[in-house]
Nanobody, 125 residues
Framework: QVQLVESGGGSAQAGGSLRLSCAASGRTFSSYAMGWFRQAPGKEREFVAHISWSGSSTSYADSVKGRFTISRDNAKNTVYLQMNSLRAEDTAVYYC??????????????????WGQGTQVTVSS
């Protein structure tokens, strides 16, 4: 069982930055590939970024590539999402998710075993 708790959401101006964190419980965090997803009002949940269990491989949605960076610290059981050059369209609830021994792109919701409760990000223009 893995529990995920996101933090770091809030409000920012367009062009600004925020850093999200996702703290995981359990002793096997390093066995999980991690992903970030987001859901805006009235829209489906969508993939944002993914990182392999070792941190050596990452992937991003085209809409955030070059602006967002995913990273992880296995010693702290934490995954991060650094969000720069924020836009109004980045406004959403952001969720982290874990998939056991996950490999590949990581963009499919149904590949994930555990989800956090989400944290709101609001970007004003």
């Amino acid at each position: 069982q893995v529990q995920l708790v996101e933090s770091g959401g809030g409000s920012a101006q367009a062009g600004g930055s925020l850093r999200l964190s996702c703290a995981a419980s359990g002793r096997t965090f390093s066995s999980y590939a991690m992903g970030w997803f987001r859901q805006a009002p009235g829209k489906e949940r969508e993939f944002v970024a993914h990182i392999s269990w070792s941190g050596s491989s990452t992937s991003y949605a085209d809409s955030v590539k070059g602006r967002f960076t995913i990273s992880r610290d296995n010693a702290k059981n934490t995954v991060y999402l650094q969000m720069n050059s924020l836009r109004a369209e980045d406004t959403a609830v952001y969720y982290c998710a874990a998939r056991y021994l996950g490999t590949g792109w990581g963009g499919r919701l149904n590949e994930y075993n555990y989800w956090g409760q989400g944290t709101q990000v609001t970007v004003s223009s």
